[in-house]
């Protein structure tokens, strides 16, 4: 069974940074695509970044050059460093894996979710 626990998440001021970390069991790491998705209260799941198996990297225009995802798979973890926070950064965010190499921004196409972790970023 795939668990995925997400950590670090938290209050920063705006301008401020934090990173992300997602713990994979259960299924065979190194092979799997991994993505990072947001969701405000009463609005749909936002795809923030994406990291394939070989570590190529797709990036939400609203994060490009701010977030960075990345992967160690020795560790079966994957990281969300976000840095230069917006308010509107604000959301829960949640890991997910795609029983796949390949990555995707769709998060109809990922079968794995963790719990969320909650980012809040005060002016």
């Known amino acids: 069974q795939v668990q995925l626990v997400e950590s670090g998440g938290g209050l920063v001021q705006a301008g401020g940074s934090l990173r992300l970390s997602c713990a994979a069991s259960?299924?065979?790491?190194?092979?799997?695509?991994m993505g990072w998705f947001r969701q405000v209260t009463g609005k749909e799941r936002e795809f923030v970044a994406s990291?394939?198996?070989?570590?190529?990297?797709v990036y939400a225009d609203s994060v490009k050059g701010r977030f960075t995802i990345n992967r160690d798979n020795a560790k079966n973890t994957v990281y969300l460093q976000m840095n230069s926070l917006k308010l509107e950064d604000t959301a829960v965010y949640y890991c997910?894996?795609?029983?796949?190499?390949?990555?995707?921004?769709?998060?109809?196409?990922?079968?794995?979710w963790g719990q969320g972790t909650q980012v809040t970023v005060s002016s």
């Open positions: 997910a894996m795609r029983s796949s190499m390949w990555a995707r921004m769709s998060a109809t196409d990922y079968d794995y």
């Open positions: 990291i394939s198996w070989g570590a190529t990297t």
């Open positions: 259960g299924r065979t790491f190194s092979t799997a695509a």
